[in-house]
């Protein structure tokens, strides 16, 4: 893997990566605890509809893509708290859509050839250095408002009551949430592909929930799993000339099997009855 660092493209490929490790480390966090994945997959496959719609009205790529992304996560959220019951079905239908307007959208675009497995694997092997410094905005911008919100945040995780008698604007705080997703998604997505992000997105938070005390330790061990991931990933693909968005994918994959046969043969008993202890939030933000 050293000898691979003497190539420009490798070297953006392991920073794309180990950025989308930290961004997705700290968003799938909040993802898996607060039981959204389904939301976030339909995020993700959602944005198909902007970039079809961006690509057929000339439309800025992001601009066009985020804010149709927002307009959708904006429905499925309303869905998610007015029809509980009916939530899975609806995203699932959102989903669909989204995903079937920008195929034909983009089928319509005249005089426009378009790659659409490298939206689902991502080109992270042609990452441009706009790109990196993009990805590390959206990071550092993360990780301020998760540090300043952590404490509403951490109550709404796990005891909404909670935070309302603490005087956390929950809805507000649930919206602020899922547009942070919906905005972290599609800017990451066209650098590491769809399929990735929904992996770095769960595989880590899932596997590390077990064994963390803390949402803290949670983000941090998620954000280091997929760093993980990464370098293996990439090793991988550099190794045996694979592509390298599938390569972190099949090795996040066979973790998190090697996770549930742990579970299953219960070789770390105790680690379950773990959970995260919630703090007071702050009580300025009545």
Known sequence: MIEALQFEFMRHALIAGLLASV??????????????????GGIAHAAYGGIGLSLYFGWPYLLGTIGFSLFVVLVMALVSIKAKHRTDTIIGVI????????????????????????????????????????????????????????NDLLALSYDEEFAQIRGVPVRGLYFTLIAMLAVTIVMVIQVVGLILVIALLTIPPFIVEKYAKSLAQMMVGSSLLGAVFTVAGLWLSYTYDLTSGAAIILIAGIAFLASLLIDRLNLFPGVKSRSVTVVPARTDTK
């Not at 079937?100 to 005249?110: E, K, N, Q, R, V």
């Not at 689902?120 to 300043?148: C, E, K, Q, R």
């Open 95 to 150: 989903w669909a859509l989204g995903m079937a307007l920008g195929i034909i959208l983009i089928d319509l675009t005249p005089g426009y050839n378009v790659d659409l497995m490298s939206y689902l694997f991502g080109s992270i092997l042609t990452v441009p250095d706009s790109d990196l410094w993009i990805m590390g905005g959206i990071a550092i911008i993360n990780i301020l408002i998760v540090g300043y919100y952590y």
């Open 23 to 40: 961004i997705c480390g700290i968003m799938g966090t909040l993802v898996v605890v607060n039981r959204i994945v389904l939301l976030s």
